[in-house]
């Protein structure tokens, strides 16, 4: 069966940016031994032209923290297991580092302002969805443009699909009604959709929104949590500002 093609937007090609998957190995340092994970890192970086030791990373709490990055940070929970205590979101202006996060069914989310060069990402789940983590990393991102207005990109990455998420009514009611739905007596939760909406509630074009038209769960060259349990091996999603490009 042949795999889908999962959508990058020009302006995140341009950055630099890499996406693992289930078999570039484990990637999450709280599912396997630190050198194992550390060499599949390296690895993977190494292949996309990326320096680990510029990577910073948050301990993915399942929360709605952010944290202002930059070079004192680099390297914390990138090449070791010292990650950023309590945080789910980073934002930076700096060149030097670059931003990285980990995967298994819980949604990659990238935001970027091109004009003052301040880059987020997010790993976003339903918890940190519901305790409101979009808008954190946009208001994260938008405090860092110096009071320049720009037109905001937003990139949300592999996650699980409607397709493959039932969940129970306590976590369905969380969300609009918009974003769940019944199949048979399951209950689905649409996390995209619920993005997209907390996306355009903060003022993004939906033109400038973009999908990578990929569910974790059905696509078996990625991982799922959902799917392979305590086996899925966590990918990484990676991305850095490249030095000041002052064409537009």
Not at 171 to 197: K, N, T, Y
Not at 208 to 234: K, L, P, Y
């Amino acid at each position: 069966m042949k795999q889908p093609t999962m959508f990058i937007p020009d302006w995140l090609a341009r950055l630099r940016f890499a996406f693992s998957r289930k078999c570039d190995g484990q990637m999450s340092f709280k599912r396997s031994e630190v050198s194992v994970v550390r060499r599949n890192r390296e690895r993977f970086f190494a292949r996309n032209e990326l320096d680990l030791e510029q990577a910073i990373g948050g301990e993915l709490a399942h929360g709605a923290k952010v944290a202002d990055v930059g070079s004192p940070q680099a390297g914390q929970g990138g090449v070791r297991p010292d990650w950023l205590k309590g945080v789910d979101a980073l934002v930076t202006s700096d060149p030097d580092v670059i931003l990285l996060t980990t995967h298994a069914d819980c949604a990659p989310l990238v935001v970027y302002d091109h004009r003052n060069q301040v880059l987020g990402q997010a790993h976003a789940g339903w918890r940190s969805l519901a305790a409101g983590i979009v808008e954190n990393l946009v208001d994260a991102v938008q405090a860092k443009n110096r009071g320049f207005h720009s037109e905001l990109q937003a990139w949300i990455g592999p996650t699980i699909r409607s397709c493959c998420y039932p969940v129970s009514l306590d976590v369905a009611e969380r969300f609009p009604v918009e974003c769940r739905f019944l199949v048979g007596e399951s209950i689905r939760l649409d996390l995209v959709r619920f993005i997209r909406m907390e996306l355009e509630r903060l003022n993004f074009k939906p033109k400038n929104v973009s999908d990578a038209g990929i569910c974790t769960s059905c696509a078996q060259e990625f991982s799922s949590f959902r799917r392979d349990g305590f086996h899925a091996e966590a990918m990484v999603c990676a991305t850095g500002l490249r030095k000041r490009d002052t064409a537009d």
